[in-house]
């Protein structure tokens, strides 16, 4: 079964700087997605970055970006320029490609943004 | 707004007490995904429809049913419930069933109800 980790539980960072989110996970699988979801203090969950597994190229979008290392089965996400509306709980999630589209989340890292 | 509608937002109720919740996904989707958030277990996948069919089931308890509409809504019950339960619980819809090798099918997310079991 697939799992994913986030060891950092909670993470700060200053306005206009840079954090970066570590995950990693364990699968069999060779094909399959990645993703970071953001969870405001509303709760809605936000689809934030995307990355599949076939792909080199880390993914980004605008501020966000990915570092994926798939042999070491680590896929981190970097804040560039960070925001006060950053301020969420961040998960990483994991999603076979096979039978169902089911989502695997990890525990989640709380960030913290101040001015 | 996701364009998945979760109703209620919020709902109260005493231990072995029976609700249901209810979600409409997104206009053309035709899977359906429950997921539960509680302190205790963090973010898990219940189950999936498509298409009026079950299509996966994760770690549900067997107090815990759904089902999935001719109009394409769902609903979830929960019976006999107990404090544990307490926990928002989140809806998500995707266009289509899933397995099906490289497509993508984003899964978008309704705002969640939260139950409180007292």
């Known amino acids: 079964a697939q799992t994913v980790t986030q060891s950092q539980p909670e993470m700060s960072v200053q306005e206009a700087e840079t954090v970066t989110l570590s995950c990693t996970y364990d699968?069999?699988?060779?094909?399959?997605?990645l993703f970071w979801y953001k969870q405001p203090p509303s709760r809605q969950m936000i689809l934030v970055i995307r990355?599949?597994?076939?792909?080199?190229q880390n993914a980004t979008e605008n501020r966000f970006s990915v570092n994926f290392q798939k042999a070491a089965k680590s896929f981190s996400l970097k804040i560039s320029d960070s925001q006060l509306g950053d301020a969420a709980m961040y998960f990483c999630?994991?999603?076979?490609?096979?039978?169902?589209?089911?989502?695997?989340f990890g525990t989640g890292t709380r960030l913290q943004v101040f001015p | 707004d996701s364009g998945v509608t979760q109703t209620p937002k919020h709902l109260i109720t005493a231990t072995g007490q029976r609700v249901t919740l209810r979600c409409s996904p997104r206009?053309?989707?035709?899977?359906v995904y429950w997921y539960q958030q509680s302190l205790d277990q963090g973010l898990q996948f219940l189950i999936q429809?498509?298409?009026?069919?079950?299509?996966a089931k994760g770690n549900i308890l067997e107090r815990f049913s759904a089902q999935q509409f001719p109009d394409l809504h769902s609903e979830l019950n929960l019976s006999s419930l107990e404090l544990g339960d307490s926990a928002l619980y989140f809806c998500?819809?995707?266009?289509?069933?899933?397995?099906?090798?490289?497509?993508?099918?984003?899964?978008?997310f309704g705002p969640g109800t939260r139950l409180t079991v007292l």
């Open positions: 990355q599949e597994a076939y792909k080199q």
């Open positions: 429809y498509y298409n009026g069919e079950e299509r």
């Open positions: 999630a994991y999603r076979s490609p096979y039978n169902t589209d089911k989502l695997i």
């Open positions: 699968t069999s699988e060779s094909d399959y997605y």
């Open positions: 206009s053309g989707d035709l899977s």
């Open positions: 998500a819809s995707s266009p289509r069933g899933g397995g099906a090798g490289g497509s993508y099918n984003e899964q978008f």
